[in-house]
């Protein structure tokens, strides 16, 4: 039977793809499923928003189902934008003016360190939580875009030195949240495509 990853964003969608396509897991990606309905993310965490998405896609498709909920953190502004991170600056912001509006709001900042959450929950094709599996991280937020890989935020996520989208999806992978969140829950993937196969 196959996964259902059931993300919107098409960053995350190539980045657990290749993850999973590398621990031999067959895949769908809510357009496989023909799903365009978006769940609403009412939570306040990204275990609630993670769990909202995985329990309703796997109801509504009725397929085993991982779901991802992830954001950033950022020190010197309290840890926002936290779950608010895909609208932060407003809904009509393209991504690199969302970039450019975190820039400017730590402009003169010294302080810049920031984080990547991810939260990840699985669930059985009823909807019943299996698992759920959290990866983090560190770094700090440079002070212009720099890279062309990856998605979001990375142009402006530097990790020694170097921004997330100055480094390859296989770099990117073995110190992302999404990777270490991935890793951590792969093994319940495994178990619960055993049982339901
Ligand atoms: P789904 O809810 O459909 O999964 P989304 O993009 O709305 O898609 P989230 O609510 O989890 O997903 O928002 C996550 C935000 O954090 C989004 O703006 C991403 O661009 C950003 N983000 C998450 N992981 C990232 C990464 O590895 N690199 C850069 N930005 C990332």
Redesign the pocket.
């Known amino acids: 039977m196959k996964l259902l990853i ?4 098409q ?2 969608v190539k ?1 657990i793809a290749q993850m999973l396509a590398d621990a031999k897991i067959e895949c769908l990606s809510l357009s496989d499923a023909n799903v365009t309905f ?2 609403d ?1 009412t939570g306040t965490t990204f275990l609630d ?1 993670a769990t909202l ?1 995985a329990v309703q896609y796997a109801q509504l498709t009725n397929l085993p189902t991982l ?6 953190e950022v020190d010197a502004l309290n840890g926002e934008p936290g779950v608010y ?2 609208r932060y600056g407003g809904k009509e912001l393209s ?1 690199p003016e969302r970039n450019q509006f975190l820039l400017q709001n730590l402009k003169n900042e010294a302080n810049r360190g920031a984080r ?1 959450q ?1 939260m990840m929950v699985l669930c059985d094709p009823t909807g019943k939580v299996q698992a759920q599996e959290q990866g983090t991280l560190e770094g700090e937020i440079g002070f212009e875009p720099r890279g062309e890989h ?5 142009p402006v ?1 530097v990790v020694d030195g170097r921004t ?1 989208a100055e480094r390859e999806a296989a770099e990117k992978k073995l110190i ?3 990777g270490r969140a991935l890793f951590a829950i792969l093994p319940s993937i495994e178990k619960l495509l055993t049982n339901s196969g």
């Open positions: 059931a993300t919107h964003n960053g995350k980045e978006d769940v993310e928003n998405k779901a991802d909920d992830s954001g950033l991170t895909a991504q990547f991810c990856g998605f979001g935020y990375d996520f997330l992302s949240h999404r």
